[in-house]
């Protein structure tokens, strides 16, 4: 079968690298490319992708919401988090689905149920994070700027950084935020001193594999998880809705180590 994941800029995803690893360990001979689409271009996606008899993609910057007018039939879980990640062809009908927050859940899975969560930013990642966590845990967000919750279709509660108290009850506290990713300023969002010594803190982001964020988490003595197992798990959900199999997840990680591993090396 044919795969890809398309976006504007495309050419640094390490999504065909991790999905060609599991192929082999699998011993399939599916493929997967990645599309550059020009903003210019996307309402050609349909005949591009036919064109190349495509029969499943993954989607990332700028095209997640975008995606909602483009496919036939949306799942409710991309419905409420307001994005698609995952675009499975069958039968020429389009169908949208999103696997980041249940990648992120995966990923954090022996952590959570009935637990305090607090989760930095309100983007398109916070969204899908919060919507697959909020129906077992209490999950609160803080963000600089509160009304970005105001139109998600599910209730979550939010309050500025400067909210102490919500950090101190926190057993798991998730950055979604880019403060720490690479080229972005790395000031503290909350003083992480202010933590329970039991809390997990989590980053969505796996480069640097540890945010600033993560390091000072982790020089406290706190448990600490990267976005490394997310990005696994959010393409391995994709390839089970692709081909009903189960993805080999941990011949895909270790394909990303490797190459982070190599590429620091350089
Ligand atoms: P994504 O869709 O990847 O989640 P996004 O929609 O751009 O990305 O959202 C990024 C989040 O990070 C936003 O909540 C943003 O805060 P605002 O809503 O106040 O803009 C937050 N963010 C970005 N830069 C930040 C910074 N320097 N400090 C704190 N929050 C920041």
Known sequence: MKFAVIGHPIKHSLSPLMHHANFKALQTDDEFAALHIDPKHFHHLRDIIQDKAIDGFNITIPYKVDMLQIVDVVDTEAQMIGAINTVHIKDGVWYGYNTDGAGFKASIENYIGGKNIVVF?????????????????????????????ADWPFQIEAYTYDMSDTIKQADIVINTTPVGMDGFMSDDLIDISQLKPSAVVCDIIYTPDRTPILQSAEQRGLSIINGLDMFVNQGAL???????????????KQAVINYLQRSTLC
Do not use: H, P, Q
């Not at 697959?132 to 803080?142: E, G, I, P, R, S």
């Not at 994709?238 to 895909?252: F, R």
């Open 121 to 149: 930013g309100a983007g398109g990642a916070s969204r899908a994070i919060c919507y697959t966590l909020f129906k077992d845990n209490k999950v609160t967000v803080l963000n600089r700027n509160t009304n970005r919750v």
């Open 238 to 252: 994709s390839y089970e809705i692709w081909t009903g199999k189960k993805a080999d997840k941990t011949a895909m």
